[in-house]
């Protein structure tokens, strides 16, 4: 970390702390869109705009940048808002190598709105290096990856693949939405970028709609500064100070949101009504041991399919306190269809092929009582049998 050894301290204490000017140990928010001007051409401080910079907004870029070890954070209106400032960095021509299953909105964005400006996109196992070495050709200018990745919890070497990157000219970027830096730091692997949808575990009460990214290269960064400003989907002042009241609690958080997750994940994996079950925390998992080298632990997202004399719809209609529901890693628990919810945009054969089947749930692990949480998701389980 920038000033702290530990990120549980940074968490708290890292970017721009407090308010220097009064005192105060929180960020004020700063309602303001404009800054008076001593004249033309004097600027009575740096700020101007507030699509250009709000201090608000500030303290919460330069905590960001601290917790994923960058050099430069930026705050945009949603994750996607962050998405797509990062592909307005190519051109038309370039291509993108991505994961073969990443969120919903990431292959929508690529495939409807940058396909149709030239902007080429590979879909890749990128758990298999040699795959993702195959892949390239001197189109190609990025990796774009989850880890784990959105809904199978598939397990990317990020050191690894960086370096293929790199040898071919490319730049990595990592979405670090489901880890956050807390589990998991890209940067320090040899990625180039970091994404976030902050609205998820960053934000962790699910009341903001936030997005980042980080960066730790000079050039980089000028750049996505100048995409952030041009475009302007920034992150609202009050939203910021949200994100900045939340990431506070971001390690205790993701104690407990893991501490539950392992405990439901093992329950699974010894249920005979589970077919399928993915969880990167499980040794036996896909990815177990790169999940291990390069994240703190397994993370709060499961994804699991029922034996097929199992009625998903009745398992849904059967939990009483986990909500079906978009989105994933607030406090409270909340389970998801991925093939109609996160994933309808992503055409059905292209699901069937990564193993987004009509029968896969998501499960995003709340930080409720572990047994209140066990025996709700048991329950509608045993209620599902037909």
């Given amino acids: 970390m920038a000033h702290y050894m530990h990120i549980e301290s940074a968490v708290i204490h890292g970017g721009i702390y407090g308010d220097y000017s009064t005192g105060a140990v929180n960020t004020p928010v700063y ?154 730091r890209p940067l320090e692997l040899g990625a180039d970028i970091v994404l976030h949808s902050a609205t998820k575990y960053l934000g962790g009460h699910s009341d903001v709609i936030a997005g980042f990214v980080v960066v730790k290269d000079a050039e980089l960064a000028k750049r996505i500064h100048f995409i952030q400003n041009a475009v302007g989907a920034v992150a609202g002042p009050f939203d910021a100070f949200l994100l900045i009241r939340s990431i506070k609690t971001l390690a205790v958080r993701m104690e407990a949101h893991a501490a539950n997750a392992e405990k439901i994940a093992l329950a699974l994996q010894g249920c005979p009504a589970v077919k399928n079950l993915y969880y990167p925390g499980l040794q036996t998992a896909q990815g177990y041991e790169v999940q291990k080298k390069q994240a703190k632990n397994g993370g709060a997202m499961i994804s699991f399919e029922l034996q097929n004399d199992y009625d998903i719809n009745k398992f849904f209609n059967g939990l009483k306190m986990i909500a079906l529901a978009e989105s994933l890693g607030g406090v409270e628990s909340l389970v998801c269809h991925p093939a109609s919810m996160t994933h309808a945009s992503v055409p059905k054969e292209i699901r069937e092929q990564t193993g987004i089947t009509e029968k896969l749930i998501r499960l995003s692990v709340g930080i409720e009582n572990y047994e209140d949480l066990h025996n709700d998701l048991f329950n509608a389980i045993k209620g599902a049998r037909r």
């Fill in 31 to 184: 309602l303001t869109s404009t800054y008076e001007q001593d004249g033309l051409g004097k600027p009575r401080s740096k700020w101007e705009y507030s699509r250009t910079g709000n201090p608000t907004r500030a303290a919460l870029e330069a905590l960001i940048a601290e917790l994923e070890t960058g050099t430069h954070g930026f705050a945009f209106a949603s994750g996607m808002a962050a998405i797509d400032a990062v592909l307005h960095l190519f051109r038309s021509g370039d291509g993108i190598i991505i994961s073969s299953n990443v969120y919903g909105g990431t292959f929508r964005i690529l495939d409807k709105i940058f396909g149709q400006y030239g902007l080429r996109c590979k879909i890749v196992d990128t758990a298999d290096l040699e795959a993702v070495k195959n892949a390239f050709t001197t189109d190609v200018r990025a990796l774009l990856i989850e880890s784990p990745a959105n809904p199978l919890l598939t397990v990317t070497d990020i050191e690894a693949v960086s370096g293929i990157a790199r040898a071919n000219g490319a730049i990595t970027i990592v979405d670090n939405t489901f880890m956050t830096p807390y589990l998991q």
